[in-house]
């Protein structure tokens, strides 16, 4: 049974396709196809997009590809054949298939390797601050990060900052390799005739600068957009996407997606240090391996008890698992439905593969008691 | 230790040293036009040095990526010497340099300058006799050799005889650096003319670039024709829809064939430009031993630079 496509329902006459009948076609191979239990996901990680479709046009795919297109319509009903009709045109205009009249270079058209590498023992790094009094205790840290090649460096500062405070921040990492550095402090009125055109090309490490408690949320692009500061009228330094799902924050890119394959989509080579010094996988997770002022970081990088939610992957997660979007979301292991059980699915997601909706997750009644345990009703 | 020649800010290196260090291994980056640096040879000694570092000619695995082996231009050019003597300094640098290349090759190596540029017309002769389709080409400076040529091809291109242009990218590559000769083009063209190479155009149904490494393919189709769209309706992004680039497997024959020339040249490492047709043909364009290749590394998954930095620790141990 074949089931039209939603986007779109123009009807078009069969075998629509004659111009690429006597062809062979197969899906490139950095266009992957994901089943949800409902649905199922197409990840262009080439162009960086994604296609809800429906589980029939997944079968038809994993069936038909490497086939004459002719032989294909062969196999339908002429009242099918328009269903057919349909899925080769989206194919085709999203350019996600190839046609060939030769079937050895359709066949050449191989899957991209699924595997995940990265050169540096962390990738992410996140380092919260009670105020800047503290900022010369973690500098150290932040240089170790930077000697084993750390890419991402978060700093959120529980606190106000002024001008030549973050000066002094962004000058001391200035000869660090990390590819982007986030600020994060608390606005003040000070801080708003500050240059930041200047600023980011004196510092070209730092790529945002956020800031919370503002008057009002805006978001200003510097640089071709590579550099940004938003202001945010939330009241709190915790970046506001932490732990959320929504399609907003879904990314189809190769790196996300491959990683997904093996890794967990938040936790994996992540460190942080939280306003206590305890150096834990996230922020917002209690355990904690221990004291910056006792503890080395390769230590704790190396160790692996600290490593063991690296490998929590979105396959082995209840719902997620079962959820067409598992390779393009992005995981939280903090907050989640049972906290007794580390493979119960992230507790603000609102989404149910089972029936495709989308729900608020915080009036979710099944959540009200994980919402509890986390103490988060005020900030629901 | 692994010395590195290559230019400043070069992306594909910076990658490759971030992957040998995440195996920590030592490696020395040498930019062949800066000074600094010291070159000692005697009958025991025959090193190399950046700064303090040390690298022995004998035993050191040395890698030419990019630049020219430039190290006394510099030098040369901003003194006070005269012509003659300036002329003097060059013709001594050159044979040391010869004679340095020769070190590097002899030694352990991932490719000396001698690999960085080969002859395209030398390539086509080898292709040939490796049994490689190549498109049709003459090298003439007579109109009416020019004319004959146009009239058995529709189309042809002029392309320049020596490579020169490496920095250009992915699908801009011959377009940018081949020019359609026109009927207009050839009615200003002089009876006599300096030697140029022109080439027939062939249509392609894809456009293959394939990375060789150590023994391995890492082949990346570019579809330069996008779909034409068969929907007036759909949304129109055309315009920012770069052409898709896709993993590809080129057949065993080709393999074959194409590690001949390989071997031919003595590389380790080098990236082919191929047209692929429907009808079954696979056309040898060029091949460049120092040619870029994230850009197809990067869509196809297939971490090129790592496995680079893996080649570049086994042949510390290999000669
Ligand atoms: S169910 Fe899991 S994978 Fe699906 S959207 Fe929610 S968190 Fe993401």
Redesign the interface.
């Known amino acids: 049974m074949l089931f039209l496509l939603d986007l779109t329902n123009q009807f078009h006459g069969g075998l629509?396709m004659i111009s690429e009948a006597k062809k062979y076609f197969t899906l490139?191979?950095?266009v992957q196809i994901v089943d949800g239990f409902e649905r199922c996901l197409i990840v262009d990680?080439?162009?960086e997009k994604f296609f809800l479709i429906p589980k029939s046009l997944s079968r038809f795919l994993k069936r038909h590809k490497n086939r004459l297109v002719q032989d294909v319509y062969k196999m339908y009903s002429q009242i099918e054949s328009q269903i057919v009709d349909e899925y080769f045109?989206f194919l085709?205009?999203n350019?996600l298939i190839?046609f060939?009249?030769?079937r050895?270079?359709i066949k050449?058209?191989?899957?991209?390797?699924?595997?995940f590498?990265h050169?540096?023992?962390i990738i992410n790094s996140i380092i919260e601050l009670n105020s800047f009094e503290n900022f010369e205790t973690i500098c150290s840290f932040i240089f170790d990060l930077n000697a084993i090649?750390c890419s991402h460096l978060q700093i959120i500062f529980q606190s106000k900052l002024t001008k030549s405070e973050l000066d002094f921040i962004a000058n001391k990492f200035d000869n660090t390799e990390f590819r982007s550095i986030e600020i994060y402090f608390e606005y003040t009125k000070s801080n708003a005739d500050f240059e930041w055109q200047e600023f980011f090309i004196k510092f070209k490490r730092i790529s945002l600068i956020i800031m919370f408690c503002s008057p009002d949320d805006k978001i200003l692009y510097f640089l071709d957009g590579h550099c940004i500061v938003n202001y945010l009228v939330q009241p709190s330094g915790k970046p506001i996407s932490c732990g959320r799902v929504s399609t907003a924050y879904f990314q189809a890119n190769?790196s996300l997606f491959?990683e997904s394959q093996h890794h967990n989509t938040c936790l994996n080579r992540k460190i942080s240090i939280d306003i206590n010094g305890d150096i834990k996988n996230c922020p917002s997770m209690a355990k904690s391996y221990g004291n910056i002022r006792d503890t080395k970081l390769i230590d704790v990088v190396n160790n692996p008890e600290f490593q063991k939610v690296w490998h929590i992957k979105k396959d082995e997660i209840a719902k997620c698992r079962d959820c067409e979007f598992r390779h393009i979301c992005t995981d939280c292991r903090a907050y989640i439905e049972n906290p007794e059980d580390q493979y119960s699915a992230p507790l603000k997601c609102g989404y149910n593969p089972y029936t495709c909706e989308w729900e608020e997750w915080s009036t979710n009644p099944l959540k009200q008691q994980a919402i509890d345990y986390y103490g988060m009703r005020e900030i629901v | 230790m692994i010395n590195i020649f290559t230019e400043e800010n070069e992306q594909t290196v910076y990658?490759i040293c971030?992957?040998l260090?995440?195996k920590s291994e030592d490696y020395n980056l040498i930019f062949p036009d800066s000074i600094d640096f010291n070159v000692f040879v005697s009958k025991k000694k025959k090193a190399f040095a950046k700064g303090l570092t040390w690298s022995d000619f004998g035993s050191d695995l040395f890698w030419y990526r990019r630049g020219a082996l430039n190290l006394i231009a510099g030098l040369v050019e901003n003194s006070d010497l005269d012509q003659l003597e300036k002329s003097h300094a060059i013709i001594e640098y050159d044979t040391l340099e010869y004679y340095l290349n020769w070190l590097i090759k002899s030694g352990r190596n991932f490719g000396t300058f001698g690999n960085a540029e080969l002859n395209r017309l030398q390539t086509f002769d080898i292709a040939m006799d490796n049994k490689l389709q190549t498109p049709n080409y003459i090298v003439t400076n007579s109109k009416s050799d020019v004319w004959d040529f146009m009239r058995i091809h529709q189309k042809i291109i002029v392309k320049s005889i020596a490579n020169g242009m490496f920095e250009l990218h992915g699908s801009h590559l011959y377009t940018t650096l081949t020019k359609l000769f026109s009927q207009n083009d050839f009615k200003k063209l002089p009876d006599k003319f300096f030697p140029s190479l022109f080439v027939e155009y062939i249509n392609k149904?894809f456009e293959i670039r394939i990375f060789y490494l150590a023994g391995s393919f890492y082949s990346c189709?570019i579809?330069s024709q996008?779909?034409k769209?068969?929907?007036l309706d759909?949304r129109n992004y055309d315009l920012e829809?770069?052409n898709?680039?896709?993993?590809?497997?080129?057949?065993r024959f080709l393999e074959t064939k194409l590690k001949k020339i390989i071997n031919y040249f003595q590389l380790k490492t080098c990236s082919i430009d191929m047209i692929?047709r429907?009808?079954?043909e696979y056309i040898f364009l060029e091949i460049n031993p120092v040619g870029q290749f994230t850009f197809i590394g990067?869509?196809?998954?297939?971490?090129l630079e790592?496995e680079l930095a893996d080649q570049l620790i086994i042949s510390k141990f290999i000669r």
């Open positions: 629509i490139y191979g950095n990680t080439y162009r045109i085709k205009d350019d190839h060939s009249i030769n050895d270079h050449n058209f191989i899957s991209m390797p699924l595997t590498a050169y540096g023992a090649n190769t491959t | 990658l971030k992957w260090e995440s149904d189709a579809m996008a779909n769209r068969t929907k759909f829809n770069p898709r680039y896709a993993p590809y497997k080129i057949p692929v429907d009808t079954g990067h869509p196809c998954n297939y971490y790592k």
